[in-house]
């Protein structure tokens, strides 16, 4: 008899990783952008979408808040706010 | 072909005869000599092996956990504090369901240091999810090394085995041993295939982290895995016999004139060697003893163990391991064996013998059958020496 032993690549989307956010998150400010896309690489979750600049977003359902994007961003373009903020 | 050879260097014939890919394994006394003797047959061409050199028991562990994974037969051999410090791995291999085989060179634990045979080393390890078998000479030595790998690559089981034979005792010791014909070997355990492995043209995560959602059916199913070991083993053990002509009966334990004995000792090991001897000659002198011999202690063959010992009236245990502040690991099966039976021995006493490589001598043995004659022992020592013990530490 065997358990669940194995998994495919990509299940970890089934993973939402967002509830592991413990008070705060990124927020994109989209003002002085300008598309290095170094958040994108940081990203542990490989959740930061964006293209042109001043794009940038991030998804919250698998965001965990490490605020790494916000660390790296050279133009200080990424702050991290409360979770209850806007 | 018969040959008179060490245990150690029978064993590496067996390990040779069951080609593994992938052998890795830090030297610890007294199971320098297995691999020791695999490093020197890979060197020489003898073994189309790939022998990992590594800096610890616990990364030797890892290696035939990885090679395993990727769909290699794998062996890996060690001791006492080598064994404790593979823990880690241990759980790891068998919670990854993957059949690698390690020869256990039992020996006593650290502290104080001890390089000689008891076996504290796999009893210690008992709840990894191992399966285990205990060998009394180094024959069976050799064929249950064939049995394990078979037994823990059976597609219906995937578990790893642990075969556990005495330091020294049957290491070193020197024996006349049938070393089968390399066809025989083959037809018995043919070419390994894993059902899933790690493969860079259809990845695969083994091992993932799992949350409450998950974790327990991982460790039901290999609860129930062991129960259907123990339908597996008499099976091999008939197919075994066809082929290579010994007979290990049903694998799980070995009756040594139990029918009719009045007095029974259970052990597991070499020890079972110096018991045998000992039955027989006080049976020529009309004393109705026997003994009843474990071979496979994980999964632990409750049911077969009572079958065998429900009309005995009387029952001593010997162990070579402890549970520190608790009843001795193998008496307490043969206690949950027997327990709440209409039909049931009337005493079972334990003994512990042996331990850190003291001899238990033939008269050790008659002095465990002299015991049965009085009340119920929960735990005693044979052979200690109370002049060494005293009330101040120093």
Not at chain 1, 4 to 26: C, E
Not at chain 2, 98 to 117: D, Q
Request: with cysteine; net charge neutral; glycine share 8%.
């Amino acid at each position: 008899m065997f358990g669940p032993l194995t998994s495919k690549p990509g299940s970890s989307q089934a993973n939402k990783t967002g509830s592991w956010r413990m008070g705060k998150k990124p927020k994109f400010l989209q003002k002085n952008c300008i598309a290095c896309k170094m958040c994108i690489l940081v990203c542990p979750e490989n959740c930061v979408l964006g293209g042109e600049k001043n794009t940038y977003h991030c998804d919250y359902v698998y965001c965990k808040g490490c605020g790494l994007c916000a660390e790296i961003c050279p133009k200080a373009d990424i702050m991290m706010i409360e979770e209850g903020e806007q | 072909m018969k040959k008179f050879l060490e245990g150690s260097r029978a064993v590496a014939e067996a390990i040779r005869l069951c080609k593994p890919g992938v052998i890795s394994a830090y030297p610890i006394t007294p199971q320098t000599h297995i691999v020791e003797e695999l490093a020197q047959m890979v060197a020489n061409g003898e073994l189309k092996a790939e022998f990992v050199n590594v800096e610890s028991e616990h990364s030797a562990a890892s290696c035939v956990l990885g090679a395993s994974a990727t769909g290699v037969r794998s062996y890996t051999a060690s001791s006492s504090q080598g064994i404790l410090l593979m823990g880690e791995v241990l759980f790891n291999i068998a919670g990854m369901r993957l059949p690698v085989i390690l020869t256990c060179a039992n020996r006593a634990v650290s502290a104080p240091i001890n390089i000689w045979n008891d076996q504290q080393d796999s009893v210690s390890m008992r709840d990894t999810g191992w399966i285990q078998l205990y060998v009394e000479n180094n024959q069976e030595a050799v064929d249950f090394h064939f049995i394990a790998y078979r037994l823990a690559e059976d597609k219906s089981i995937l578990l790893p085995v642990m075969v556990c034979m005495d330091g020294f005792i049957l290491t070193h010791g020197i024996e006349s041993v049938d070393i089968p014909e390399g066809e025989k070997v083959d037809k018995f355990l043919p070419a390994y295939q894993l059902p899933y492995k790690l493969d860079v043209e259809n990845p695969l995560t083994l091992g993932p982290l799992v949350g409450p959602d998950y974790y327990m059916e991982t460790r039901y199913a290999i609860q129930q895995t062991m129960k259907d070991a123990l339908g597996v083993l008499p099976k091999l053990a008939k197919e075994f016999k066809e082929i290579f002509g010994r007979d290990y009966q049903d694998l799980l334990v070995e009756e040594y004139q139990v029918k009719g004995a009045k007095k029974v000792i259970v052990a597991m090991g070499s020890v079972c060697g110096t018991i045998k001897e000992v039955v027989d000659q006080m049976r020529a002198k009309g004393k109705k003893i026997g003994l009843l011999k474990i071979m496979c202690f994980r999964p632990f063959p409750y049911e077969r163990v009572y079958q065998a010992l429900k009309d005995v009236p009387k029952v001593a245990v010997l162990d070579k391991a402890l549970s520190l502040g608790a009843q001795a690991p193998l008496a307490e099966e043969i206690k949950v064996a027997c327990w709440g039976k209409k039909k049931a021995p009337k005493i079972i006493s334990s003994f512990v013998a042996g331990l850190g490589g003291r001899d238990i001598t033939a008269e050790s043995i008659k002095e465990i059958y002299r015991r049965l004659n009085q009340k119920e022992v929960s735990l005693d020592f044979i052979d200690l020496k109370p002049e060494l013990l005293k009330e101040k530490y120093g």
